[in-house]
């Protein structure tokens, strides 16, 4: 056991660890465009965040009208997501910080992430956070995506450890309302500063506003600690 006690620390991936939305918009753009929807904006995509792929491509489907099977537009987005995140993705330096600070204490971790397991795996492997991060979960192995607390309880469950005893690490409003239905608590980091404020965000234990700017490492192992002596 580590020295915070039975704590497990599941993260988010996207937007949380890595900076990956820019390619995420990106690659639903070029699908889009594929197929007779032009000028996707980056403010269409903001409303996705933290909604897994498969969702998202469903809500495209209802939305644009597009005919195209969801494992098509699945498979087309994947493709092109792949080809951006190969050419370089970045780790948030503080989150990286904090996933060494807390491999330092033995505290198991894991990933809980909306994406495919394919691009889950490519990330982390792109940026050296796959030594640190082993246990991974994609929505596409559970039955529901965020909000539902499904990827977040399997993720508990491969760790073998009670979801009490879990604090996510979140950046989307779908993602902490999805760890609060766990029983799990919650570190928000919006990515979306003007979501900052929405009711799904004010169940989490850590609020920090200002997003990534705003997070460190030491500041959110602290709170860690604290809580691991008020318990």
């Not at 937007?15 to 939305?21: A, P, Q």
């Not at 195209?68 to 970045?90: F, I, S």
């Not at 928000?188 to 850590?206: D, I, K, M, N, S």
């Amino acid at each position: 056991m580590s020295t915070l006690g039975p704590l497990s620390v599941l993260f988010d991936l996207d937007g949380t660890l890595v900076d990956s939305e820019p390619a995420y918009y990106e690659a639903g753009r070029r699908t889009l465009a594929a197929y007779g929807v032009p000028d996707f904006s980056w403010a269409e995509h903001e409303r996705y965040v933290g909604i897994s792929t498969r969702e998202t491509i469903a809500d495209w489907r209802a939305r644009y009208g597009i005919t195209a099977p969801v494992e098509e537009l699945l498979a087309v987005k994947n493709r092109h997501y792949l080809e951006l995140a190969a050419a370089g993705m970045r780790a948030y330096p503080e989150m990286r910080a904090f996933v060494e600070l807390l491999a330092a204490e033995g505290v198991p971790m894991a990933v809980a992430s909306g994406s495919s397991r394919e691009a889950i795996a490519a990330v982390l492997a792109g940026t050296g956070l796959d030594a640190r991060l082993r246990t991974v979960v994609s929505a596409d192995e559970v039955a529901r995506g965020k909000p539902a607390p499904d990827v977040f309880l399997e993720a508990a469950r491969r760790l073998g450890v009670a979801p009490s005893d879990c604090v996510v690490v979140e950046d989307a409003a779908p993602g902490a309302a999805a760890a609060h239905a766990a029983g799990m608590r919650c570190i928000a980091v919006p990515y979306v500063a003007a979501q900052a404020g929405a009711a799904e965000f004010a169940t989490a234990g850590l609020l920090l506003r200002g997003g990534q700017a705003e997070f460190t490492a030491r500041a959110a192992f602290a709170w860690l600690t604290d809580g691991a002596r008020g318990a």
